[in-house]
């Protein structure tokens, strides 16, 4: 079953406004969760490192002031878009690795397509 | 040259035929090896994920890497239908909190 919850599945919403996506590890805890861009028929493009506590680490070319995100407990993450624009549309994944493991794979949220109009 | 290369296709093959799927690296750091399989507007799942070189089966899914060529493959033996979904491969250099750099997906399709 799934193991990162990723909510809403989609939203549409007006030039200007924000919204908030939030990522949730299930049934384990998760200091790191990550944060990924997906365009039509491309790859998943690392936005930002988001760490349990501490403040978030942004890829370069990601504006940190737009994509903001909050990593307040060791299973929710929450990005938020703040004035969304057109070109903020896109597939917004996130993702986590367990805690406390030497390594372990990533495990993905279902995604949230935003539409702004 | 980016980090991880991978045919995008699309790939079509006949319903039980044999899959080959292929990633090229050039960081001969990178020691985790992963398979991801995503459907359309879903996020990827992970197929299966390998340590350094050598194979791992599981059930239909073969991981096969070859670190000195900095080469890994997927099979998918009989494959289905229902296999048909886009493939990204993906790597790490070690821990959890390491970035996993992904390749840019294989679109496959298989006919029934």
């Known amino acids: 079953g799934a193991v990162v919850s990723q909510h809403p599945s989609w939203v549409i919403c007006k030039s200007g406004t924000s919204v908030k996506i939030e990522c949730r590890s299930l049934?384990?805890?998760?200091?790191?969760m990550f944060w990924y861009r997906q365009f039509p028929k491309q790859s998943l493009m690392l936005m930002a490192t988001?760490?349990?506590?501490?403040?978030?680490?942004?890829e370069q070319g990601v504006e940190k002031d737009k994509f903001l995100i909050n990593h307040a407990s060791l299973t929710l993450s929450t990005l938020t878009v703040t004035s969304a624009h057109p070109e903020d549309s896109s597939f917004y994944i996130c993702?986590?690795?367990?805690?406390?493991?030497?390594?372990?794979?990533?495990?993905f949220g279902n995604g949230t397509r935003l539409t702004v109009t | 040259q980016k980090e991880v290369e991978q045919d995008p296709g699309p790939l079509s093959v006949p319903e039980g035929a044999i899959v080959s799927l292929n990633c090229t690296y050039s960081n001969s750091a990178f020691q985790y090896f992963m398979w991801y399989r995503q459907y359309s507007r879903k996020g990827p799942e992970l197929l299966m994920y390998t340590y350094s070189s050598g194979n791992k089966e599981d059930g239909r899914f073969t991981a096969q890497v070859d670190k000195s060529s900095k080469y890994i493959s997927l099979f998918i033996r009989d494959s289905q239908p229902s296999d048909s979904a886009t493939y990204l491969c993906a790597m790490s250099e070690g821990t959890s909190y390491d970035k996993v750099i992904f390749g840019p997906g294989t679109s496959l399709s298989v006919i029934p």
């Open positions: 049934d384990f805890q998760a200091t790191t």
């Open positions: 988001s760490n349990e506590g501490s403040k978030a680490t942004y």
């Open positions: 993702s986590a690795s367990r805690r406390n493991r030497a390594f372990s794979p990533l495990h």
